[in-house]
């Protein structure tokens, strides 16, 4: 039996309850408090990593879609391993000398492996600590720029960009420098791309190289240069530091206008490279204590005089070569210039101006008035802009006190870069403006001369000096202060261009006064009238046709009926006539009626022609005029022309560039058109020989002769006898040369080795003034620049071709011996057929059809 407890205990069977009742309630379990909250955080877990996930899935998704966004549509940057950033280009003299620098930016590309370890460290301490680490972007860097930028929240000044080399060099050389989060982002995919495809040393390569420094200067090799005049080998720990101070900020660092942030900066990067073991704390502190010194931008061995010559061959390489590959293509241009030559003819025409002004120019009054109290000059001074064209040598200086024989001047010298100019002073005396500085009057002539200093200048005006020699200032005066003279710059312009007359190649060019007054080249690009210049092209028609220098020509007047009137040249001296003449004597004087009759004999067609085989004039007009040089050439023109008289008939085509190199050194122009089949060969063939190839020719060698001796006697006894004559003590032959009412003055001469053309005249044509001659303002211009070329070498004679006679005749009060063309020793007889003078037809020539213009325009008149 079950007991009655036991079955108390049992559950109740539904099934067995009567109908109607409610089932028994069972007992609620005890609470299990840990396990509750370990299922709530289980699942506040969950759905956070569900969220994460999420957002991580979202935000990859979105990173996704933003990579593709950014990335679309970058540049390609595969050419970078294969990139040539653009180089100047560079022009160098006969001698090697630096003349230009060619280039609309300023670099000079250096391989990574000839930049000194010390450069490369310096920039990465400054720029990019971790550059050989990370992958192309930093990490610590941004969060590092993220920090500082929180910091400096709401100061207003600029975030750190926080761009590593890599960046930068996507930045500079691919998606440019604007601030936005656009470049920013493209710039970081670029950089890893980059850092995949290029080495570490390439890409820093690329940075050194194309960064800009300030200054024009593009890379640390340009940099090295403008900074401190030196090569990269040649820099010191303080130099490298600086120059790593300034991608940041070039203008914020600038050595002299801002020189104490420039140096904070420089020693901070001096302390990154000693933090980065790049240099030693020794090294840290001399670097430190070194003082921050500019050198000038210009480089001290960079030849100072050629300008003009500079520009014209600038002008020539862009014509030849365009401007892209001209200024960018990392040219070596090798030019004819000759530094010593050049030099004595811009002297040479600068005192030839100088000279003339003061003989016609008068003075033209101070460069501008300021105070002349003794607190206030100084810093107008420092104000008052100095006038184009003065020369180095010159000073502008105020004029402080004046009394009757003297003025007292006073003048800003700076002696040291670091220190502001100091005052200077010196005296003006009236000796010394006697009796060129009479005033200009408004009708443009000269006032009177002065009688005392105050009738030149007055306190405040405001003009150029210079000092006198050390000889010439103590001369009476030795206890007195710096001697002054007084200088303007001429108003008159000129030129000259001296060439080897067997090459062609231009020595020598000087367009102006100078580069900075005007640009314009005189020498190659203005159109003037060459005057009695021109007349050896008229004679070697002449002397081609077989006529003898002794042939026998009248003198006497010439009238011509044309169209604007009746044409009646002159010779220099106004009705003067001198009977018959020979053709020497009749160069020798410059007779024009002379050479208007020979140039009708022969036909205006020879003269014509031969001005074009000698290059002087193309397609020159046909008429009677132009026999008198009233046709327009140039100075180069000129000097070329005469050249081929010097050559024995050769003609001369002017160079002014020997050859041009790429930037890998291959020659890739010349001027010397010369070949040398043997050059390839073998030591065993011997040395080689350029063939010589066929020079066009201007003139036969013995009318080219012919010429020369006619012109040698132009400088021995005529036009240029005064100037020139025997003071250069060497064979010289030339011919002046001035035009109608005195506007153009010339000389063009030459010896064995050298030819020199001079002119000078206005801009705008007008009278230098009465009896102002080539033989002259030219000639003087002429002797100078032959003397200091030819300085040293023993004199050359004039090479006589083979086949030509040589017969002593009368010239003068004396003899000289003619050369003849065979067969015409005798033929000179004086012309008994008709002249233009003998009849009335009109036709003013048996090449043209009478004088082109009027006496007016005519042109050579000496």
Known sequence: MTSPELRAEQPLDPQRTAPGAEPPRAEPSPPKPKKQKRRRRFSVLRWLFSLGAAIILAGGIAAYGAYHHFAQDLPDYGWLAEYEPPQMSRVYAADSRLMAELAQERRIFVPIEAIPQRVQQAFISAEDQRFREHTGIDPLGILRAVIQA???????????GASTITQQVAKNMLVGADRSFTRKAREAILALRIEKALSKDRILELYLNEIFLGQQAYGVAAAAQVYFNKSLDELTVADVAYLAALPKAPNNYHPIRRADAAKARRDWVIERMLEDRAITAEEARAARAEALLARPTRRQ???????????????ELIQRFGVEQTTMGGLVVRTSLEPAIQTAAERALRDGLMNYDRRRGGWRGPVTKISANATEWMPALADAPRP???????????????????????????????????PQQGTLFLEDLRPWARPVLPDGRLGPEPRRVQDVVNPGDVVLVESLPAEAAQRNRPARPERL???????????????????????????GWALEKSWFNRAAQAQRQPG???????????LEKGIPPNQEIPDEPVEIMTPQGLWKPQNYNANTYNGWVTMRSAMERSLNLVTVRLADHIGMASVSDAARRFGVIDNMPRYLAMSLGAGETTVLRMAAGYGAFANGGFRVTPTLIDSVQDRRGRVIWRADHRTCAACASGPEAGPPRLEAGERPRATDPISAYQMVSILEGVVARGTAAGTIGSRLGRPVAGKTGTTDDYKDNWFVGFTPDIVVAVWIGFDEPRSLGNNETGGGNAAPIFRDTVAAALAGSPPVPFRRPSGITLLRVAAGNGSIMEPFRPGTENSAQRWRDSFIGDRDDGAGSRGGSGANRLDRDLGGLY
Request: no cysteine; hydrophobic share 40%; proline share 8%.
């Open 150 to 160: 929180a910091e400096q929240y709401g100061s207003g000044r600029r975030m750190s």
């Open 301 to 315: 061995d960079q030849l100072q005089a050629g300008q003009h010559f500079t520009e014209e061959v600038r002008r």
């Open 388 to 422: 184009p064209g003065a020369l180095p040598e010159w000073r502008l200086a105020v004029v402080l006190e004046v009394r009757p024989q003297e003025a007292r001047l006073g003048w800003l010298e700076r002696r040291d870069p670091r220190r502001p100019a100091e």
């Open 485 to 511: 003279t007084l200088r303007q710059i001429p108003l008159a312009e000129g030129a000259v261009v001296a060439l080897d007359p067997q090459t062609g190649r231009v020595m020598a060019m000087v367009g």
């Open 532 to 542: 009695s210049s021109f007349k050896p092209f008229v004679y070697i028609a002449a």
